[in-house]
Each structure stands twice: as structure tokens, then as C-alpha cells.
């Protein structure tokens, strides 16, 4: 699992029960490895076999450096002999009302590069017109149902941008691109990229932390979105067992 920034982690980490240790990787990053089974050592977010092995990492604001980060604890855990058999990119994110309002939860069935391309006179093309790579990765279609459905989340369009919206002429121009993006935020296409080149799953989560629009911080709520957080991952232990990460022995 890959967040942008500690605060984020420690959200997620809370759903957990305490950490079973951590490892460092190359470029000083560190993963935190958690187990399931809450914080008070209940079964509530075990997964369908037991526990689950599940792994942490801070991997850094935006798609970029999130890319080479995750790309990195990807590659470790290859060269260990024990690949991963799912990415989850979470965090909080901008919301586009009124689909995903603040303090509601936001699952990816598509996640897509917002702002990769080139400008021209007759406005922007994605990097895919002008014939390059890809702007999209798509979740598994059941992952994204199963997962909306235990988090009590929307599922949509994720953007990832290297630069966040700021004004209401922005979003406008990203509905208007974008017509069924539910959310905004920095990394998601970044961890997606890294996922696609080792053949591996990928999800993305978020908790809308303020209105994607003009920058408000008064309207931001970054508590209320990581405590939502919390509760997201609380709730997705069983199908993230089911999708993917390594089950281990009570």
C-alpha cells in the first residue's frame, strides 16, 4: 500500500494491528510491515483466510517520485522471491461535487493522468494522441465493486495531476475532459505505472479531504478525511484477502 506522506500512512496503519517491523530500500525509504487483525488484536479486519502480511510504504508527493518509489519496494520484493500481488495507492484527495462531497470515500475504476500531453490551439491532447504510453489504468472490474461496496464508497474516475486544481476554471475544464471524474489527487497514475511494468493489480482509494475548485484551505478537512480513511481500510482487509496480498498464519 502506498500513500503520499506519513500522515496518510499512519490512517491507514491504524486500521492495522501494531506493526510487525520495517525495512529500509534504497533512496531511504522505509516499509512499514502490518499485519491484520485491528489495533486491539480483534478479528474484525481479517481477511476470509486469517490474518494478512501487508506492507506500507511513504512513497512521496506526486506521480513521479510515487512511481520510482513504489517501483522500487516492488522490485525488492521480486528480487526476495516474494512479489506483491496487489498495489494500493490511498490518501485524501480532492472530491468534484456534488458525486464526492467531503468526508465521503472514493474507489478508482479508472485511473488517469490529468494533465500528461500537450497543449495546442485547439486545446490539450493526451499524451496517447500524440503517440506515447498510456494516460489510464483500469482496476480489476470486481476488485473496485467488492472494494466500493465494504467501504460504502463511490466508484469513478480518479484524475492524478502534477499540479493540484486551484480555481474554479480548472475544474471546469477538467469536467469538461473529464466528464465522470469523481476525484483528484497527485499520485494514483504515478503507483499505477509502477504496478503495470511488474505485471501487478493496482487500486486506488481516497478520502475526500476538500471541493476540488478554488483553493480554500478554511474549506479544507484533512482530519475528518484520514479518520475516514481509517474507516475505509478497517472495512477492506476481507477483500483485499481475497484480491491479492500474500495470506500468513495466525
Given at each position: 500500500?502506498a500513500?503520499?506522506?506519513?500522515a496518510?500512512g499512519?490512517?491507514v496503519a491504524?486500521?492495522?494491528?501494531?506493526?510487525?517491523?520495517e525495512?529500509?530500500l534504497?533512496?531511504?525509504l522505509v516499509?512499514?510491515h502490518l499485519r491484520?487483525?485491528?489495533?486491539?488484536?480483534?478479528?474484525?479486519?481479517?481477511?476470509p483466510d486469517g490474518p494478512?502480511?501487508l506492507?506500507?510504504?511513504?512513497?512521496?508527493?506526486g506521480?513521479?517520485?510515487?512511481?520510482?518509489?513504489t517501483?522500487t519496494?516492488?522490485?525488492?520484493?521480486?528480487?526476495?522471491g516474494?512479489?506483491?500481488?496487489?498495489?494500493?495507492?490511498?490518501?485524501?484527495?480532492?472530491?468534484?461535487?456534488?458525486a464526492?462531497?467531503?468526508?465521503?470515500?472514493?474507489?478508482?475504476?479508472?485511473?488517469?493522468?490529468?494533465d500528461?500531453?500537450?497543449e495546442?490551439?485547439?486545446?490539450?491532447?493526451?499524451v496517447t494522441?500524440?503517440g506515447f504510453?498510456?494516460?489510464t489504468?483500469?482496476?480489476?472490474?470486481?476488485l473496485?465493486r467488492?472494494?466500493?461496496?465494504?467501504?460504502?464508497?463511490?466508484?469513478g474516475p480518479?484524475?492524478?495531476?502534477?499540479?493540484?486544481?486551484?480555481?474554479?476554471a480548472r475544474?471546469?475544464?477538467?469536467?469538461?475532459r473529464?466528464p465522470?471524474a469523481?476525484a483528484e489527487a497527485?499520485?494514483?497514475?504515478?503507483?499505477?505505472?509502477?504496478?503495470a511494468?511488474?505485471?501487478v493489480?493496482?487500486?486506488e482509494i481516497?478520502?475526500v479531504?476538500?471541493?476540488?475548485?478554488p483553493?480554500d484551505r478554511?474549506a479544507?478537512r484533512?482530519?475528518e478525511a484520514l479518520?475516514?480513511l481509517?474507516?475505509?481500510?478497517?472495512?477492506?482487509?476481507?477483500?483485499?484477502?481475497?484480491f491479492g496480498?500474500?495470506?500468513?498464519?495466525p
Open positions: 500500500m500513500t503520499a506522506v506519513p496518510e499512519d490512517a491504524r486500521a492495522f494491528g501494531p506493526a510487525a517491523g525495512s529500509r534504497p533512496g531511504g516499509v512499514r491484520t487483525g485491528g489495533p486491539d488484536g480483534s478479528e474484525g479486519s481479517e481477511g494478512l502480511a506492507d506500507l510504504l511513504a512513497a512521496g508527493v506521480p513521479a517520485l510515487a512511481a520510482a518509489s517501483a519496494a516492488l522490485t525488492a520484493a521480486a528480487l526476495r516474494e512479489p506483491y500481488g496487489l498495489v494500493v495507492s490511498a490518501g485524501i484527495g480532492g472530491g468534484f461535487a456534488p464526492a462531497p467531503v468526508g465521503s470515500l472514493v474507489v478508482a475504476d479508472e485511473i488517469t493522468a490529468a500528461l500531453g500537450a495546442t490551439a485547439d486545446g490539450f491532447l493526451p494522441e500524440l504510453g498510456a494516460v489504468h483500469r482496476p480489476p472490474p470486481a473496485v467488492a472494494a466500493a461496496a465494504a467501504a460504502g464508497a463511490a466508484a480518479v484524475l492524478t495531476a502534477s499540479t493540484v486544481t486551484g480555481t474554479a475544474a471546469g475544464l477538467l469536467r469538461e473529464h465522470g469523481l497527485m499520485e494514483g497514475f504515478g503507483v499505477a505505472e509502477a504496478a511494468a511488474h505485471g493489480p493496482v487500486l481516497r478520502a479531504s476538500n471541493p476540488v475548485g483553493r478554511a479544507w484533512i482530519p479518520a475516514a481509517t474507516t475505509a481500510f478497517e472495512r477492506l482487509a476481507p477483500v483485499l484477502g481475497r496480498p500474500e495470506r500468513v498464519e
